[in-house]
């Protein structure tokens, strides 16, 4: 299910809000010698005859005038268009009847017709119609609105093709038993569950996800770990897990505070990178999505069938939490609780750290904040002269935010005394995390910190320092000195960038920064640079 708010619903007329009397279509599509697998309209349209296209359209007109007035109201379409309207939204009708066809069959219904509807578009208006999307464009900006922000719902295969081509939200309307025609978002047995899939695009109000829809949300995933004794369901407020073997429990919690695109996968690969700095294997994630008033439910289910694609993805499973919708944010936040195991012996502990230890760092500076900033701020980024492209290869960064791969790999050197993950606050921050966990001061050339070209010149049209931005993807090792070299042989060989960049001195926590071996400031940030860039603040 893509995320989706809905404004309007834009509906086809004859078979979808009708139903037709019993009329013969076939065989008048025969008389006019029309092929059963040619639309009539286009058939006649294309007649070079003047004089007998016509004569068809009059006797159209006359069999479609007769249907209408033998049709009948699609049973539940009266109460849907009263509950419709009692939310809020806008209606229209986009048909390819004439209009005089369409008012002859409302006079078949009892409790509304076309004063109900705040547009209907027919054959009669200058509009291309249906497969074309034009008329979906059309009736959605005379509401004032785009098409992205409709559903159109429909019974036959041009319904769902217009509405595609639109970029709505599409409907078929397809009996029980009956093989669908087209592929659409959604598909319906009967017109009254329209609502439950219009439901889905209206913002929640705010509190607790609704039981109903957070068990089919639960029921859409499968839980197959054996160790999770007790699943995610309503009203299951905790998780139990087994155990038996594990001699260390490895625990961590991160919120996600600044994406809002694909904040699902931001949340459990960040949780899951700090796992793995302890050379444990992320196991189980508990999360907490808080969530603004004004989101959909199709929105908080993409956020959730993020979360557990990139679980998924690393062999995690996702085993329990909350969510909710409050005042209390502007926008999306995921706060993870990540667990993993391992034997006592192998737990990288940061304590260990020791002079003279090799500083190495994977990858490059601020690959998250690139990402995020990418995906959140394209067209601003376009404006201040980046290029399409580089915008392109930015977002794509996004890839990259794992670091599981190298951490299991250094966790297979015996030589490595600590890892961590550059999160909030960027390298600058994370290296002076490391000096402060470990006991010692680092020394470190600012020259050999990585950044990527397409990084530097984001941060350059916005006023960032990268070593400053926040950096999911880097991690920061420290080993032995004679495992250096090896270590980053393993990694390249993998496919993963390493340079060192620094060494553990004799020293108490702190930074010693050079600059191709000349004594230098060390940057320090009170704030992310991402955050001071939301803010706004110079």
């Not at 999160?423 to 600012?446: F, P």
């Not at 397409?454 to 931005?469: F, H, K, N, S, Y």
Request: glycine share 8%; charged share 20%.
């Amino acid at each position: 299910m893509k995320p989706f708010r809905t404004k309007a619903v834009i509906f086809d007329f004859d078979g979808t809000l009708t139903r037709a009397g019993a009329l013969d279509f076939k065989t008048f599509k025969r008389g006019l010698g029309c092929p059963y697998d040619q639309p009539v309209l286009e058939f006649i349209n294309a007649l070079p005859d003047p004089d007998r296209r016509a004569r068809a359209m009059d006797d159209l007109g006359r069999f479609e005038m007769a249907g209408a007035a033998a049709s009948e109201p699609n049973p539940g379409a009266e109460a849907l268009v009263h509950r419709l309207k009692a939310l809020g939204l806008k209606l229209a009708i986009v048909s390819r009847n004439s209009r005089r066809c369409i008012d002859r069959a409302f006079a078949n219904f009892s409790t509304i017709g076309t004063a109900d509807f705040d547009l209907i578009v027919s054959r009669d208006d200058n509009v291309a119609l249906k497969p074309s999307a034009d008329g979906v464009h059309w009736a959605a900006a005379k509401m004032g609105l785009s098409a992205t922000q409709t559903i159109v719902v429909g019974d036959f295969i041009f319904d769902i093709e217009a509405g595609r081509r639109a970029g709505a939200v599409t409907v078929l309307l397809c009996p029980q038993d009956t093989t669908p025609v087209v592929e659409a978002d959604f598909t319906i047995a009967t017109i009254g569950e329209l609502e439950a899939v219009v439901g889905l695009g209206l913002a929640l109000r705010p509190g607790k996800l609704p039981n109903a829809m957070l068990g089919r949300f639960l029921d859409d995933m499968a839980f197959a770990d054996a160790s999770v004794l007790v699943t995610p369901g309503v009203g299951q407020d905790t998780a139990a897990l087994d155990l038996d073997r594990a001699e260390v429990l490895i625990l961590s919690s991160d919120p996600i505070t600044f994406a809002t695109d694909q904040i699902g996968h931001y949340a459990a690969i960040v949780n899951a990178n700090d796992i793995a700095t302890s050379g444990a294997l992320p196991r189980w994630l508990l999360t907490t999505l808080l969530l603004p008033c004004g989101t959909t439910a199709a929105e908080v289910h993409d956020i959730m069938a993020q979360l557990k694609a990139a679980c998924d993805r690393w062999g995690v499973t996702l085993c329990g939490g909350h969510t909710e919708i409050t005042d209390a944010v502007s926008r999306p936040v995921i706060t993870g609780t990540m667990a993993g195991t391992m034997a006592r012996s192998d737990l990288i502990d940061k304590r260990g750290l020791r002079p003279k230890d090799q500083v190495i760092m994977t990858k490059a500076a601020a690959v998250e904040g690139t990402a995020i900033i990418a995906r959140e701020m394209g067209s601003q980024l376009l404006a201040k002269g980046m290029s399409a492209a580089d915008i392109a290869v930015c977002s794509r960064f996004l890839d990259q935010i794992s670091i599981l791969a190298e951490a299991r790999i250094a966790a297979s050197f015996p030589q490595v005394s600590a890892m961590h993950d550059v999160t909030e606050g960027g390298v600058a921050t994370a290296l002076e995390e490391l000096s402060l966990a470990g006991g010692y001061g680092l020394r470190i050339e600012i020259n050999a910190i990585a950044v990527f070209d397409a990084t530097a010149r984001m941060a350059a049209l916005l006023g960032l320092d990268p070593l400053g931005l926040i950096g999911s993807g880097s991690l920061l090792i420290a080993c032995r000195p004679e495992a250096a070299v090896p270590l980053m042989d393993r990694l390249e060989a993998a496919g993963i960038a390493a340079r060192r960049i620094g060494e553990v001195l004799d020293a108490p926590a702190g930074i010693q920064a050079m600059d191709n071996g000349h004594p230098a400031v060390w940057p320090h940030f009170e704030v992310d640079e991402i955050a001071r860039l939301f803010a706004g603040k110079p």
